[in-house]
T-cell receptor
Framework: ETGVTQTPRHLVMGMTNKKSLKCEQHLGHNAMYWYKQSAKKPLELMFVYNFKEQTENNSVPSRFSPECPNSSHLFLHLHTLQPEDSALYLC????????????FGPGTRLTVL | RKEVEQDPGPFNVPEGATVAFNCTYSNSASQSFFWYRQDCRKEPKLLMSVYSSGNEDGRFTAQLNRASQYISLLIRDSKLSDSATYLCVVSNSGYSTLTFGKGTMLLVSP
């Protein structure tokens, strides 16, 4: 399935590096999301965008910086991360925000050394 | 109290068994309920929505008890391919987002 794609699929970075995660959805949806999934924890919502506007920031540290240039693309810019930020980062989209089914991308497995 | 709590698992069952997953949620204003499935090292995918009247999709039956704030998923005649983590998901009234449980892992063995 190629409805929601994410790149890269795997990323290893040092604490002083700057990198970006990319998400693209081909479903014509208006809402996009970033989630963090750590071992033995539930998915944690990070950011919500609706029609390119950020509607929710779930108390995420500023070392994570989202960008949504249009309804199809979502980026997560990373800088000066910590080892505890190592996790699976999942992008999702839905037709609108609200109790809609969300479609997830395959995720980026991030390791911070 | 956690917002969405699930059985810790894992559940180990033989093929053909019936298995039930339980989930409780803390917000009585919750409006929408889902079960997602996540295979190992893959993304979550919607398995089924959960309606007040209960709903069935083949071997899968989902039920909702609003008074007890409880959701269940029953899988009959388990297949090897049912092995995955099952995520209970709740959407709250007035919020734009979904809240996920930790998930319960199911392992179906031959």
């Amino acid at each position: 399935e190629t409805g929601v794609t994410q790149t890269p699929r795997h990323l290893v970075m040092g604490m002083t590096n700057k990198k970006s995660l990319k998400c693209e959805q081909h479903l014509g949806h208006n809402a996009m999301y970033w989630y963090k999934q750590s071992a033995k924890k539930p998915l944690e919502l990070m950011f919500v965008y609706n029609f390119k506007e950020q509607t929710e920031n779930n108390s995420v540290p500023s070392r994570f910086s989202p960008e949504c240039p249009n309804s199809s693309h979502l980026f997560l810019h990373l800088h000066t991360l910590q080892p505890e930020d190592s996790a699976l980062y999942l992008c999702a989209s839905s037709p609108e925000t609200g109790p809609d089914t969300q479609y997830f991308g395959p995720g980026t497995r991030l390791t911070v050394l | 109290r956690k917002e969405v709590e699930q059985d810790p698992g894992p559940f180990n069952v033989p093929e053909g068994a019936t298995v039930a997953f339980n989930c409780t949620y803390s917000n009585s204003a919750s409006q929408s309920f889902f079960w997602y499935r996540q295979d190992c090292r893959k993304e979550p995918k919607l398995l089924m929505s959960v309606y007040s009247s209960g709903n069935e999709d083949g071997r899968f039956t989902a039920q909702l008890n609003r008074a007890s704030q409880y959701i269940s998923l029953l899988i009959r005649d388990s297949k090897l391919s049912d092995s995955a983590t099952y995520l209970c998901v709740v959407s709250n009234s007035g919020y734009s987002t979904l809240t996920f449980g930790k998930g319960t892992m199911l392992l179906v063995s031959p």
